[in-house]
């Protein structure tokens, strides 16, 4: 259903370090892009990731409310990529917790303020 999601970046080189580090944490690596924005998933096909300095030139903003969610696999892997994320400079928004009967998650902001959420799911 998704095709990609876009987050705006201030640093390209700066984002690209953070997102190259913990991308591949999940077997994600980046596939295609040009100065301004790059693609990053697992290959054709998946849903992609991509960060970009905004068209318009303008300061990248996060919204409010807006997260990006990436599958940790188990709880193992979610502790994982937090501690990977805050490694690369993330901050921290919501150590990894049980948060519903169903839902392990974990919380960061990129450092461009962009929210991820690392997350087991059981139904």
Do not use: W
């Amino acid at each position: 259903m998704i095709g990609y999601i876009t987050i705006g970046v201030s640093d390209m080189e700066k984002a690209c370090a953070f997102y190259d580090g913990l991308l591949a944490e999940v077997g994600a690596r980046q596939l295609f892009g040009q100065d301004r924005i790059k693609f990053y998933g697992t290959g054709p096909g998946a849903p992609m990731l991509a960060v970009c300095i905004p068209y318009d030139e303008q300061t990248p903003h996060h919204g409010n409310g807006n997260m990006i969610a990436i599958p940790g696999g188990d709880r193992a892997g979610v502790d994982k990529l937090y501690a990977k994320a805050i490694e690369l400079g993330a901050t921290d928004e919501g150590e990894p917790g049980e948060r519903l009967p169903v839902f392990y998650g974990a919380y960061v902001r990129d450092p461009d303020g962009n929210k991820l959420c690392f997350y087991e799911m059981k139904m």
